[in-house]
């Protein structure tokens, strides 16, 4: 049988796990595809892209740190990716190449589906000013809650995000500060999208963040509890979530674009899940 070939483009992307859940989609919905992990060189990205698509490949997803050179490669824009600046997904159609970013409908999915967070009318807080959390602020605003606050250690890059949609915030109250600015506010869910867990530490916030039944959440993920989670749940968050179900969410939505079917995701994060806590694990 012949397999529509698919791959995630990065460097570096030996750890990446789209491999396996693109493999767990694929036979859950019986689509006849394959799916690999592609090094590109810092400096290859567009020669890795179009030997691959020379090659029969029909679309890719696109980590760190190609996001932006994926989003000035597209021949067409998707909103999401073109609100994002980035794009993280590609589809090689006959007239070109389609770009969207999957990542906020992935944060929306995890959040309202598999955590049940209800987020018209809430106060929310998003951590970071970079690319992940311009990714995901589209998607956010659509789902209009009553205020949005970006919060940033270099505050000008918070105003900067902020004022970039401000037009898509309808009746959100948009705002932006740093850190120590958040004292005296409360939120219903904090979502940290700085990159501090990676390197085991949490942003410097102010005490009383977390209202009653707040969720924090990070975007982060890995087999023990994210420093901001610790962080979180000292300071009183009464509900934590870290990030491996928006990775397998937005992949849902990657498959979307791909094949026209959105796989069932809910197993494929226990399995993620069950292989995180495996002591056999490298």
Request: proline share 5%; glycine share 10%.
């Amino acid at each position: 049988m012949s397999l529509d070939r698919y791959a995630v483009i990065g460097n570096p992307v030996a750890h990446s796990r789209s491999p396996l859940i693109h493999s767990l989609f694929a036979r859950q919905t019986h689509q006849a595809i394959s799916y690999e992990a592609l090094l590109a060189p810092l400096d290859g990205f567009k020669a890795t892209v179009a030997a691959f698509r020379a090659r029969g490949g029909r679309g890719a997803n696109v980590t760190v740190p190609f996001k932006l050179e994926a989003h000035a490669l597209a021949d067409c824009l998707s909103p999401r990716a073109a609100a994002a600046g980035a794009a993280n997904t590609l589809r090689f159609d006959d007239d070109g190449i389609f770009a969207d970013n999957t990542d906020g409908a992935g944060l929306l999915r995890d959040l309202v589906d598999n955590l049940g967070c209800r987020l018209e009318g809430t106060a929310i807080l998003l951590l970071g000013a970079g690319g992940a959390a311009r990714g995901v602020m589209l998607p956010l605003l659509d789902a209009a809650p009553a205020s949005l606050t970006i919060a940033n250690r270099s505050e000008p890059r918070a105003l900067e995000l902020a004022q970039s949609f401000q037009r898509h915030a309808g009746k959100t109250t948009l705002d932006a500060c740093g850190f120590a600015a958040l004292s005296g506010h409360r939120y219903d869910l904090v979502i940290n999208a700085t990159s501090a867990s990676l390197s085991g530490e949490a942003p410097p916030l102010p005490a009383g963040l977390y209202g009653p039944g707040a969720l924090a959440y990070d975007m982060m993920y890995g087999r023990n509890e994210t420093a901001f989670l610790a962080a979180a749940r000292r300071a009183g968050a009464k509900r934590l979530s870290d990030g491996l179900g928006m990775l397998v969410e937005q992949a849902a939505e990657s498959f979307l674009i791909w094949r026209g079917v959105r796989p069932q995701t809910r197993s494929v994060i226990e399995n993620l899940r069950g292989a995180l806590r495996s002591p056999a694990e490298p």
